[in-house]
């Protein structure tokens, strides 16, 4: 028997459970204010916060009334107040909204609904405003096409917790999503595509709209500007150029440089528009003046990121341009580019906006830059007198795993760089959380990689409260019944243990959930949810697995701990020591490391230690490290990062699952073991796009490094 302590946080917050933390707030008494049935309106102008008010409580009729009554909710613009700024008090008879513009009052509205306990609202006064104006959410549609309807599901959320740029990341490689009078073939050869999953080495775009795809008409781009409109967002539309261009190319080959690939082998290498030809601006011109016509965004997103330039420099007519334009390379080839674009855009009465890479050969003038590739780029155009939306891989990529990218780290942003100050730091309009979704195959794994992480950024973006990541966590839970309402199915952690790989009877001690939950167990992972108890003093299954998870609020699992014991296995006899791994390898596509178990290798050889050093071409490959490992000491955590899959398995148990097709993504594990060697094997696969294998460890006296080639043998 063993038992496991658990450590549960009280969830009583010390403070009302917003977020994002309001600028001020003040408790104006213990007696709340009661919606009943003879509870009135009073709003001098329409207003959508009014409608959404009447969400909140369902059960009250909530008439209008202009004049005066015992139980009144009352809105009043206030003219001194800025854009989104609203003051609400909550007395025993009456609510009073201030509020500087439609978005203030409903952002009170939404206030005011995680205030409330059924038909109550404890008697607050809060005075509030926004830090940034840009508090941005990035939805990218062309991997993964999300209808109108999750569209608009996603704005929902955004209003709910004061978000107010939707960034619509409408066209890249996986599909061109928005419909154009002019060129209709760029929604009927580009919008659709035969495989899906995402596959980075092959893109096979077609025409049959049976295919995984689909675009938006534009009556569709409308409803949906309309709607976000209402709820105090402004939709960023995003055309991609000159790079990741494969849907109009493929439409329009004559666009690309000379001998454009039409399919190319990779997505990562597509052709660009011809920077030296007159066609394509032509063609952007044109598709521009269609979007404007949809968007009364103030900015177009014009992409600008990840350009492979080896086209313009074997392109006779692009190298041309560089001549006749006394451009000194292909970087300043793609300043001309960009600069072009960004005079059509202003011609429209709109800004530029793009990716870091925009300022590559220097800035367009009036640009504005968003910085992904970690904040320099924002700085730098910040000091050179540019707007700027700080988005960068380190905090804001919801894309990425919760170990590389936590709600911790997420919280701990502030989108100011400390390098900037005064008027500099001013032209940081905000930040912007990204979901690129190469490996979001549906709503579900959605919602788990945006929430909880999209409440982080919802207070970092707004408050300037101090942080506390403790009293944060109370808010958190006290957060997911409402995110339960909207059908979310937001991500749990799966339980940390200190060691999940076990060769002896020892007590498991987990610990304790950021977000305090208790721990629940199955043998059978697949069993349904009301299955799996409530862990108390059970026996660790022998030379099995056995698995933990966390539950929602409404039942369903959060994401599912393997964990191991043997009492069987010990260290297996060093043998003779030959320093270093077999390596054997592959070539070809897969999806798991079980599609070439059963395969002959095309060759082998020896590796030093676990990488990329050992890969037989650039995508498209296996890899298998074989040998043996001496642990030095007893316990230990193993790091094992890949892009794509991983599998890794000590005398033949598998330690760390980490298969299937992602990106950059790490996975850890903690092995107790008994000094000596034991049976290495490591699996990995190279699906196409980004490529990444490491192998790191940490114990006691031993910071996080790569294993020790030392520890290797064969």
């Known amino acids: ?77 206030e003219p001194t107040f800025q854009a989104e700024q609203y003051v609400l008090n909550v007395a025993p008879t009456r609510i009073d909204i201030a509020y500087g513009d439609a978005s203030g009052a409903l952002y009170a509205v939404e206030t005011l609904r995680q205030l409330a306990n059924q038909n109550q609202v404890l008697s607050y006064r809060i005075e509030d405003k926004p830090r940034f104006s840009w508090r941005g959410w990035h939805l990218d549609v062309s991997r993964h096409f999300f209808t109108v309807a999750e569209v608009k599901r996603s704005l929902d959320q955004m209003a709910r917790y004061k978000l107010n740029r939707f960034h619509w990341h409408l066209v890249d490689d996986g599909g061109w999503r928005i419909a154009l009078d002019r060129y209709p073939e760029l929604t009927k050869k580009g919008a659709y595509r035969k495989s899906e999953p995402w596959s980075y080495s092959k893109i096979e775009l077609t025409t049959d709209t049976k295919g995984y795809g689909g675009f938006y ?27 990741h261009t494969l849907p109009s190319i493929h439409a329009f080959p004559s666009l690309g440089c000379r001998d454009a690939k039409r399919i190319p082998d990779n997505s990562w290498v597509t052709n660009v528009y011809c920077a030296g030809k007159e066609l394509p601006f032509q063609f952007l011109e044109d598709v521009l003046s269609e979007v404007v016509e949809l968007f009364p965004s103030p900015w177009i997103h014009i992409g600008g990121d990840e350009v492979d330039k080896k086209w313009w420099r074997e392109c006779e007519d692009c190298q041309e341009r560089i001549k006749t334009e006394k451009l000194k ?113 549906d709503v579900r794994r959605y919602d788990m990689m945006v929430w909880p ?99 929602r609020n409404n039942g369903t699992l959060g994401d599912i701990a393997e964990l191991y014991r043997s009492d069987k296995i010990a260290p297996v006899p060093a043998g003779s020591v030959v320093s270093g791994l077999k390596v054997s390898f592959w070539e070809g596509t897969y999806k798991s490391c079980r599609d070439f178990e059963e395969l002959s290798p095309k060759g082998s050889g020896v590796a030093n230690g676990v990488g990329l050093f050992a890969r037989p071409r650039a995508n498209n490959y296996a890899l298998r490290f074989t040998g043996k490992i001496r642990f030095p000491g007893r316990k230990f955590k193993l790091y094992l990062t890949s892009d794509d899959g991983s599998v890794l398995r000590l ?51 031993l910071k996080r490094q790569p294993v020790p080639q030392s520890w290797f043998s064969r």
Request: proline share 7%; hydrophobic share 40%.
């Open 329 to 441: 390379d292909e970087n300043e080839l793609q300043s001309y580019f960009i600069r072009r674009i960004e005079k059509l855009v202003n011609a429209k009465g709109r800004r530029m906006i793009g990716w870091d890479e925009i300022l590559e050969g220097g800035l367009a003038p009036n640009a504005t830059v968003m910085s992904w590739r970690g904040i320099e780029g924002g700085i730098a155009a910040a000091k050179s007198g540019h707007d700027v939306v700080m988005s960068p891989t380190s905090h804001c990529y919801f894309d990425y795993g919760y170990p590389s990218v936590s709600t911790e780290h997420v919280y701990s942003w502030d989108p100011v760089p400390k390098e900037l100050k005064g008027k500099e730091a001013e032209r940081v309009l905000g930040g912007q959380a990204n979901v690129w979704t190469e490996w979001i195959p």
């Open 651 to 701: 005398n033949g148990i598998k330690v760390i699952n980490h298969d299937g097709p992602h990106g950059d993504t790490t996975k850890s594990v903690g092995v107790e073991v008994a000094d000596g060697v034991y049976d290495f094997d490591l699996r990995y696969f190279e699906a196409g796009g980004g490529s990444a294998l490491r192998l790191e460890v940490e114990g006691s006296g």
């Open 453 to 551: 992480r999209m409440l982080a950024m919802s207070e970092v973006l707004w408050s300037t409260a101090p942080k506390d990541f403790t009293a944060f966590s109370k808010r958190v839970n006290a957060s997911y019944p409402l995110l339960e309402q909207m059908g979310v199915d937001y991500y749990l952690e799966e339980p940390v243990t200190e060691t999940s790989f076990f060769f002896n009877k020892a007590p498991t001690v987990f610990s304790s959930s950021q977000f305090a939950r208790p721990v629940y167990f199955q043998v059978d992972p697949k069993a349904p949810a009301e299955q799996w108890e409530l862990l108390g003093q059970h026996e660790l299954p022998a030379n099995k697995a056995f698995y933990v998870a966390y539950k």
């Open 1 to 77: 028997m063993f038992g496991v302590a658990l450590v549960l946080a009280n969830l009583a917050p010390e403070v009302p459970p917003l977020i994002p933390l309001p600028q001020s707030q003040k408790v104006l008494g213990t007696t709340p204010f009661a919606v009943k049935t003879d509870t009135k309106i009073n709003s001098e102008q329409p207003l959508f916060a009014v409608q959404e008010l009447r969400t909140i409580f369902p059960s009250a009729p909530l008439a209008d009334s202009p004049v005066r009554a015992a139980n009144q909710i009352n809105f009043r613009r």
């Open 217 to 243: 008409t534009k009556q569709e781009v409308r409803d949906v500007v309309a709607y976000a409109k209402e709820r105090g967002i402004t939709v960023v539309p995003e055309i991609e150029m000159p790079g």
